[in-house]
């Protein structure tokens, strides 16, 4: 069964096809909160309050974007929320000690000191370069889900790239 | 999916797609798990509603019954009865919740 026909269900009102609906997208939300977050147990909680918040607000998805959009957008809020609300920046700084096992092979080395210094980022600057640089996402398109100016996303970007050369030893400047 | 240019990039893909790999292996919970949630999450919205109209109805009753006896001169007896009115309904709403709470939990 398709996603609309279950959002349209869903959204006059039927549980079984609200269930069917966020059961098919419970690990894509998973598997993108991991990315940005570098933490199962966190994406973990998130992924569930991904998946309240959007019982809650089923009724409001205009179907402008696709459904597994609208939830990562939730997903990155719910992130945002986490981080601002817990002030976890050296918290978050600790748990990169977390990544290393949850890599079943261990990447390279060179990918390892990348990730490391992707982690040793300000959280919220790590996000807007996972977001443009891996999910191909536009300034415009970050600078709405994380609710600041593009000037900003642009900057945030430009400088965890910046970090991330230099830690592969590509700094040019 | 933009494809990466430089070796960062190709190195930062590869280090999320191992962390996304781990996902990928897992399973989601059951449908039923699924059903439950949306359950409870939808009976706690409708619970929510229905307090929130009932402080607001309880408030705008208390405004108009003001307004009324302000109008109508009313003697203070109909003030201390719009007191025992507003306390009944508080009581009657805490006594619904606590009722509502118990039967989520059996």
């Given at each position: ?173 | ?71 109508l001169q009313f003697p203070v007896y109909f003030l201390m009865a719009q007191g025992a009115l507003a306390f009944a309904m508080a009581a009657a ?14």
């Amino acid at each position: 069964m398709g996603d609309l026909d279950l959002i349209r269900r869903a959204q006059r009102g039927d549980p079984a096809a609200l269930a069917a609906l966020l059961q098919q997208h419970y690990l894509p939300v998973k598997k993108y909160l991991v990315t940005i977050a570098f933490d199962r147990g966190l994406a973990e909680d998130l992924t569930q309050e991904t998946m309240i918040r959007a019982i809650q607000r089923i009724g409001q998805f205009q179907g402008r974007s696709r459904f597994s959009t609208w939830l990562m957008t939730i997903a990155t809020r719910q992130y945002l929320d986490w981080l601002r609300r817990e002030k976890r920046e050296r918290q978050a700084a600790a748990r990169v000690a977390d990544v290393q096992p949850l890599w079943q092979a261990p990447p390279s080395p060179e990918v390892q000191s990348l990730m490391a210094a992707l982690q040793a980022l300000p959280r919220e600057g790590a996000l807007p370069v996972v977001l443009k640089h891996y999910y191909g996402y536009t300034y415009e398109e970050i600078a709405e889900w994380m609710e600041i100016p593009v000037g900003t996303v642009k900057s945030r970007v430009f400088n965890g790239v910046r970090t991330l050369r230099r830690e592969l030893g590509q700094d040019e400047a | 999916m933009k494809r990466s240019a430089e070796p960062w990039e190709r190195s930062l893909r590869e280090g999320l797609d191992a962390l996304a790999g781990t996902v990928a292996e897992e399973s989601p919970p059951d449908l039923g798990a699924f059903i439950m949630l949306v359950s409870d999450v939808q009976r706690e919205q409708r619970r929510a509603l229905r307090r929130d109209l009932v402080r607001f109805l309880t408030a705008a009753g208390l405004i108009l019954c003001a307004w009324l006896w302000a109008w109508l001169q009313f003697p203070v007896y109909f003030l201390m009865a719009q007191g025992a009115l507003a306390f009944a309904m508080a009581a009657a709403v805490a006594w619904a919740a606590a009722g509502g709470r118990r039967a989520s939990h059996e």
